[in-house]
């Protein structure tokens, strides 16, 4: 069992923290120039303003580490903060915090630790979000460092961290706050065809803008009927800290899908609607076999309480022309 550590913090905002609510005006009235861009100057002054703040707030968090001071470190954080090591497990609330960060104090006492901002971004006026890289020296001479994201919350006149989490150590691009959760199913970023000879499966994986959600495309035939498209998207869910999945197809039947990891296997319990208002359920388990080979099951299936066989499809990547 690993001992707590201080490491690289990832902030990620609940959904109500990072959403962003975009107004259409029907009537917009007409504003003198002048005074338009004196508001434009005074946004553009108190974004710079809270950036130089998120900043110092940031090198005053990597200051009260080097100096040991749990006190000073607490003080950055909301009173109902939570954290996620790379491992996935969270800590929730001060005390419990406070509880971790001791210990991992008390194993980074005389290592030299420095913060390096990457990038800082404000979705809203009271939300920043830093992607960052903390580094730790040991007396030894040996050192680890790992990529991280902050994302600071206004309170009153001060920028304190409300949630955070480290980054896996394989994670070194962040381009949305899913990403980091979602991938480990980057494997399935591409084209892919069953290996059967009893039924004919064609399915495309792709990232969807920002790599914020995977986006499935699946067409299935079979003789005698038509093609049955099936698109499923695939995001991280923050509130419930799982992955899930919405699937639609083209016969008007839809279905979603709460996912957990198991070693090289993701099973995805789901439900549904039938095109027919009929209802139905399974286990679908996908598992990972080689960069080019995966397989698909279902598991536990029925339809209106009637039980239905097992089914297991062998998909193998397509070479890229």
Known sequence: MRS????????L??????????FSLLVQLPRPADAAGQEQSKAQGGKAGDEQAVRKAAAGLVQAMNKGDLDALMAFWTPDADYMDETGKITRGKDALTALFKKGLAEYKGSKITGKTNSLKFPRPEVAIEDGTLEFAAPDGS???????????????????????????EVTDVPSLAYPQLKGLEWLVGEWQDASDKIDVHLVCK?????????????VKSPGQDPLQVTQRIGWDEYNNMIRSWTFDSQGGFGESYWQRDGNRWVAATSGILPDGGTGGATIVVEFVDQNTFLWRSLDREVDGQPLADSEIKFVRKATK
């Open 13 to 22: 905002a609940t959904g109500a923290a990072l959403g962003v609510f975009v």
């Open 143 to 169: 050192k680890e460092s790992n990529r991280y994201i902050v994302v600071w919350v206004k309170s009153g006149d001060r920028w304190l961290i409300s949630n955070a989490r480290d980054l896996p150590d």
């Open 4 to 11: 707590p550590r201080i490491r690289a913090f990832m902030l």
């Open 207 to 219: 990232w969807d803008l920002n790599k914020s959600f995977l986006l499935v495309q699946y067409e």
